[in-house]
């Protein structure tokens, strides 16, 4: 099967949004009354990114994809689409993407909306991001992909040690200076399933992980037959494999199982280490980030191996329950080296701050009263450099503050009548 692309697209840039707060995973088992091995070991999870009240999916998202713009100095009038991958919408219409439009200050010809299908979303993002880009050649603008979420479960649940929250922000174009993604047949499993959902009058979502974890693997299996049927390739073709990740230890579990069925004579441990491990670390500080988890691992990958991997090719398996699942393969482009140090996951961990279990219970009390109608406060962002908060929300309207500069002409003068909205709603 051939591989040939007119217009190859893939992934210019990316960047990660790193939340200021986290918790030790273990003082969450101190507070539950769970051996702390079961979530440092049994579930490989390490430290839980913390959203704190002034924070969600929309800041996240524009932090991300600001951070995205000034590191790479990417024209934000050069973006003829935005998409934003999210299951963490603020409003049943308005889609987030509407919300970074203005932030963004992005041009009123730029074709904004969320896709959402669970943690599958931001891929949904990216093959829409891809095919617009192929069927142009760059003539109409680069194309933003931003995954932005905050995973929360209720306390005392067996999902509480999973939760977590990131944002990545891709930019897509014609010059696929990090990732490159292959043209092969598409490889894609879906099936109705309850095994994850967050109802509408929920802040937290139900999970049935046994069944979850069964149709991640049923997912997986057919999307690796399909893919490798179809493109030709087999396993020795892959140097990494990145999977969506809702707790670290599904990943050994993902690769075991493939492992077992195709790998050569290298043990599963070393095999691990050598293909996974280097996109997995980012996950064992940041817990699940949903839709963002696969891209936070591509992320991490490129953090760490930069140009040394130059042409390698990685697998990605994205899941996202419900269920929709996808295998695809990229190879690492040439100057993924001059980039890896703007990726900024590294910076971003180093300036974060650790909450104790009394900090972590206080933010989530707050932000479900604000997630009400009738709050509204300032300042309550923790991360100083955070270029906007969320207010509260009044008369059914959410309200941002923008606390610095973002780029462009246009977008201080949105910045300017946002934070004038804001100073009369809080007088
Ligand atoms: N020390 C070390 N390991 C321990 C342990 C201990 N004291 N106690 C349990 N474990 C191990 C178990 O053996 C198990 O490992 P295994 O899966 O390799 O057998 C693992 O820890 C988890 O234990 P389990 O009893 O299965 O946990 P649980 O029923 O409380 O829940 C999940 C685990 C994964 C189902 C739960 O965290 C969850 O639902 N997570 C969210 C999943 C999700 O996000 N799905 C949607 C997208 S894919």
Same mark, same amino acid.
């Given at each position: 099967m051939s591989?040939?692309?007119?217009?190859?697209?893939?992934?210019?840039?990316? &960047?990660?949004?790193?939340?200021?707060?986290?918790?030790?995973?273990?003082?969450?088992?101190?507070?539950?009354?769970?051996?702390?091995e079961k979530y440092t070991r049994g579930l490989g999870c390490r430290r839980m990114a913390i959203a704190s009240p002034g924070e969600d999916a929309v800041t996240y998202g524009c932090e991300a994809a600001r951070l995205l713009l000034e590191r790479y100095q990417s024209d934000a009038s050069a973006i003829g689409l935005l998409v934003v991958g999210t299951e963490s919408g603020v409003d049943? &219409?308005?889609p987030v993407a509407a919300y970074l439009h203005g932030m963004l200050g992005l041009d009123c010809r730029c074709r904004v909306f969320d896709t959402?299908?669970?943690?599958?979303?931001?891929?949904?993002?990216?093959?829409?991001?891809?095919?617009?880009?192929?069927?142009?050649?760059?003539?109409?603008?680069?194309?933003?992909?931003?995954?932005?979420?905050i995973a929360r479960y209720?306390?005392? &649940?067996?999902?509480?040690?999973?939760?977590?929250?990131?944002?990545?922000? =891709?930019?897509?174009?014609?010059?696929?200076?990090?990732?490159?993604?292959?043209?092969?047949?598409?490889?894609v499993y879906?099936?109705?399933?309850?095994?994850?959902?967050?109802?509408?009058?929920?802040h937290t979502a139900v999970v049935d992980g046994k069944v979850s974890l069964r149709t991640y693997l049923t997912a997986l299996e057919n999307t690796w037959d399909e893919y490798q049927r179809s493109s030709g390739l087999q396993w020795h073709d892959y140097e990494y494999l990145l999977f969506h990740v809702p707790f670290p230890r599904m990943a050994w579990k993902a690769f075991r199982l493939l492992h077992e069925r195709y790998g050569n004579g290298e043990s599963p441990e070393d095999a691990f280490s050598r293909m996974v491990e280097p996109g997995l670390w980012a996950c064992r500080e940041l817990g699940n980030c949903y839709s963002g988890s696969l891209y936070l691992c591509l992320a991490a990958l490129l953090e760490r191996v930069g140009q040394r991997a130059t042409g390698a090719r990685v697998g990605l398996f994205s899941y996202g329950s419900g269920c929709c699942a996808e295998f695809f393969t990229a190879r690492i482009g040439s100057s993924s080296g001059i980039w890896h140090d703007r990726i900024g996951i590294g910076n971003g961990?180093?300036?974060?701050?650790?909450?104790?279990?009394?900090?972590?219970?206080?933010?989530?009390?707050?932000?479900?009263? =604000?997630?009400?109608?009738?709050?509204?406060?300032?300042?309550?962002? &923790?991360?100083?450099?955070?270029?906007?908060?969320?207010?509260?929300?009044?008369?059914?309207?959410?309200?941002?503050?923008?606390?610095?500069?973002?780029?462009?002409?246009e977008s201080t003068q949105r910045r300017n009548s946002v934070n004038a909205q804001v100073a009369n709603v809080l007088r």
């Open positions: 591989n040939e692309d007119d217009h190859p697209a893939g992934i210019e840039a990316i &960047s990660v949004y790193v939340p200021q707060n986290f918790i030790e995973a273990t003082e969450v088992a101190a507070a539950n009354g769970t051996d702390p049943g &219409s308005k959402k299908h669970a943690c599958y979303s931001a891929t949904a993002a990216l093959r829409i991001a891809t095919d617009w880009c192929r069927g142009h050649d760059g003539r109409r603008g680069k194309a933003l992909v931003v995954a932005t979420d209720d306390l005392g &649940s067996p999902g509480e040690p999973t939760q977590g929250a990131a944002a990545v922000a =891709m930019l897509v174009g014609n010059d696929a200076a990090c990732m490159q993604l292959e043209h092969f047949p598409e490889a879906a099936q109705e399933v309850m095994d994850f959902w967050r109802p509408n009058y929920r961990l180093r300036r974060r701050r650790q909450i104790d279990y009394s900090t972590y219970l206080e933010f989530r009390q707050i932000t479900e009263r =604000m997630e009400g109608n009738h709050e509204c406060q300032a300042g309550l962002a &923790s991360d100083a450099d955070a270029a906007v908060t969320f207010c509260g929300t009044r008369e059914h309207r959410r309200l941002y503050r923008f606390q610095a500069p973002t780029a462009g002409a």
